[in-house]
């Protein structure tokens, strides 16, 4: 258990831009910014023609809220940045969402070997309230950053806070270190001036 974390019975759900509903006919997931290839997706080619990965952990809220062994299934995003020619120079991955929501994960977390554009959740498609019709998943990383209804990973070089990180989170969000906040760790929670989509 990360330090600072407690375990609850299940997902706590936050959606501070709220629940976008989805024409799943017409969505498609991108890959772009600094690569040889721009490319897109569309769910059912997510879904059942692109290579996945499955494995159980848990889950890590920034507001000290942990779900344990939750079954994960999804496109590994190494897999799709190889796929795509992400170049040497892109140091940041910005996770664009349907809602407008926006996180920037490194680029080394963002290609760690269990960092998926996650699918499914515990043998299921990943419920409305959890991000349909996908999400990040960043296992180290706190909650905010596994960004709900994904549609587009960006690669550049430059950082740009997103959605929290212009209330203070912290631009990485380790939950081992717990990097909460910007300029510390473990600070008590800061209220944002909207009601938070933390997770």
């Known amino acids: 258990m990360p330090p600072g974390q407690r375990y609850v019975r299940g997902f706590i759900i936050y959606a501070a831009l709220g629940i976008p509903n989805v024409n799943i006919d017409g969505y498609r997931f991108k890959l772009s910014g600094l690569v040889e290839r721009e490319l897109e997706y569309t769910y059912h080619e997510l879904m059942n023609s692109l290579p996945h990965i499955s494995y159980v952990t848990d889950f890590h809220c920034v507001t000290k809220w942990s779900v344990k062994d939750v079954q994960w299934e999804g496109v590994p995003i190494k ?3 190889q796929q795509a020619g992400v170049k040497n120079e892109a140091s940041w991955a910005f996770f664009h969402c349907i809602d407008g929501y926006m996180a920037p994960v490194p680029i080394e977390d963002a290609l760690s070997e269990r960092a998926i554009v996650a699918l499914k959740m515990n043998g299921a498609p990943i419920s409305p309230e959890n991000g349909f019709p996908c999400r990040a998943f960043i296992p180290h990383l706190y909650g905010w950053k596994s960004a709900k209804h994904l549609c587009e990973i960006e690669f550049s070089d430059k950082y740009v806070d997103g959605f929290w990180e212009v209330y203070g989170y912290h631009e990485r969000g380790n939950v081992w270190g717990e990097e909460r906040f910007k300029g510390g760790a473990g600070r008590h929670l ?10």
């Open 79 to 81: 897999w799709l940045a």
């Open 190 to 199: 800061r209220r944002s001036p909207v009601l938070g989509q933390k997770t």
